[in-house]
C-alpha cells in the first residue's frame, strides 16, 4: 500500500513569507508527528495527534508555528513570518495505534530553505 | 539535562567486517529503545524495537543490546555490505514522559568500502 506522502519536496521561500507543507498519512494510521531534521542533527519533534485528542504541541518551538489535522487524516503545518533558522528538512510520520512503541512511518519530508 | 548522543564521526568499515554503532542516553529510564536506518534525502525506516527488559534482539544480520546500567545500547551489522551505508539513528521512549515524546539521536553515517 502507500507510504507516508508529503508535499512539496522542496520548498524555497523569502524571510517573512508564510508556508504550508502537507502531511498524507498511511490510510488508517491514527497517529500522525512532525518532526523537524537540520543538517547534522537529530530528529526535532515538533507535535503530536492522536486521533481526535488534542494535540501535543509541546515541541512547536515558537508561535509562528502551528499545525492542524482534518478529519483525522491530512495533516499541514504552518510556519508563519519564516526566518532563516526555519531552513530544515520537515518529516511527517505516522503510526498505526497508539502505542508509542509501534513502528512511526516516515514520510520522505519536505526540505525547507529560507533565503 | 536529559541527552542522547551517538558517534558524531562517520564509520568506515570494510566489507564484511561487523559495524558497531553505540546509542548513549543520561537521565533517563527508557521502556524501549529503537534503531532507524536514513538514506539521502529519506525519512527514516524503523529497523529493530528492544525493551528495557530484554538484553539483546537480532533479526537477519543486525543485532542490538541494551545495558540500562551503562545506558547504552550498542547496534551491529554482521557481515557487512556497501548498501548498508546510511545514517542510523537511535530513538529512545523515556518512561513517565509526555505521551508522545521520542528522543532521537542525531546519528552515525556508516560508509562500508567494498
Known amino acids: 500500500g502507500a507510504g507516508v506522502s508529503q508535499s512539496p519536496s522542496n520548498k524555497v521561500t523569502e524571510k517573512g513569507k508564510d508556508v504550508e507543507l502537507r502531511c498524507d498519512p498511511i490510510?488508517?494510521?491514527?497517529?500522525l508527528y512532525w518532526y523537524r531534521q537540520s543538517l547534522g542533527q537529530g530528529l526535532e519533534f515538533l507535535i503530536y495527534?492522536?486521533?481526535?485528542?488534542?494535540?501535543?504541541k509541546s515541541g512547536l518551538p515558537s508561535d509562528r508555528f502551528s499545525a492542524e489535522r482534518t478529519g483525522g487524516s491530512v495533516s499541514t503545518l504552518t510556519i508563519q513570518r519564516t526566518q532563516q533558522e526555519d531552513s530544515a528538512v520537515y518529516l511527517c510520520?505516522?503510526?498505526?495505534?497508539?502505542?508509542?512503541?509501534?513502528?512511526?512511518?516516515f514520510g520522505p519530508g519536505t526540505r525547507l530553505t529560507v533565503l | 539535562s536529559q541527552k542522547i548522543e551517538q558517534n558524531s564521526e562517520a564509520l568506515n568499515i570494510q566489507e564484511g567486517k561487523t559495524a558497531t554503532l553505540t546509542c548513549n542516553y543520561t537521565?533517563?529510564?527508557?521502556?524501549?529503545l529503537q534503531w532507524y536506518r536514513q538514506d539521502p534525502g529519506r525519512g527514516p525506516v524503523f529497523l529493530l524495537l528492544?525493551?528495557?527488559?530484554?538484553k539483546e534482539k537480532r533479526k537477519e544480520r543486525l543485532k542490538v543490546t541494551f545495558d540500562t546500567t551503562l545506558k547504552q545500547s550498542l547496534f551491529h551489522i554482521t557481515a557487512s555490505q556497501p548498501a548498508d551505508s546510511a545514517t542510523y539513528l537511535c530513538?529512545?521512549?523515556?518512561?513517565?514522559?509526555?505521551?508522545?515524546?521520542?528522543?532521537f539521536g542525531s546519528g552515525t553515517r556508516l560508509s562500508i568500502r567494498p
Open positions: 510520520a505516522s503510526r498505526s495505534g497508539n502505542t508509542r512503541s509501534d513502528t512511526q512511518y
Open positions: 490510510s488508517g494510521h491514527t497517529a
Open positions: 495527534f492522536q486521533g481526535n485528542s488534542a494535540p501535543d
Open positions: 537521565n533517563y529510564s527508557p521502556a524501549y
Open positions: 528492544i525493551r528495557e527488559n530484554e
Open positions: 530513538a529512545l521512549d523515556a518512561l513517565y514522559s509526555s505521551a508522545s515524546k521520542i528522543i
